[in-house]
Nanobody, 126 residues
Framework: QVQLVESGGGLVQPGGSLRLSCAAS????????IGWFRQAPGKEREGVSC????????SYVDSVKGRFTISKDNAKNTVYLQMNSLKPDDTAVYYC???????????????????WGQGTQVTVSS
């Protein structure tokens, strides 16, 4: 059974940092694409970043390029999202999702993912 569990969210001041973790179980991480998504109140779910575990290929939405970094640890079956220089606009519930064989070219689109975690709240506020 595929399971994804996010952790690491919280309250941080603008300019601060957080590292989110997505712990996967029930499947080998190195065969899947893992995406990070976020959803703010009243807004659609947005793709933030994604990584193809087999070769480390990544993609980022323009608004987080240079601030967020996605990485993986196949031995721990965990994907991370390091978020630096956080802004109030980054406030949202962050979700990780997994899909087998998804091309990196479309891995920021939530509709293509079959498996989702429960989400973790990130609040950026002074």
């Amino acid at each position: 059974q595929v399971q994804l569990v996010e952790s690491g969210g919280g309250l941080v001041q603008p300019g601060g940092s957080l590292r989110l973790s997505c712990a996967a179980s029930g499947f080998p991480l190195d065969s899947y694409v893992i995406g990070w998504f976020r959803q703010a109140p009243g807004k659609e779910r947005e793709g933030v970043s994604c990584i193809r575990s087999s070769d480390g290929s990544t993609s980022y939405v323009d608004s987080v390029k240079g601030r967020f970094t996605i990485s993986k640890d196949n031995a721990k079956n965990t994907v991370y999202l390091q978020m630096n220089s956080l802004k109030p606009d980054d406030t949202a519930v962050y979700y990780c999702a997994a899909d087998l064989g998804l091309p990196v070219s479309i891995c920021l689109r939530p509709r293509f993912y079959d498996h989702w975690g429960q989400g973790t709240q990130v609040t950026v506020s002074s």
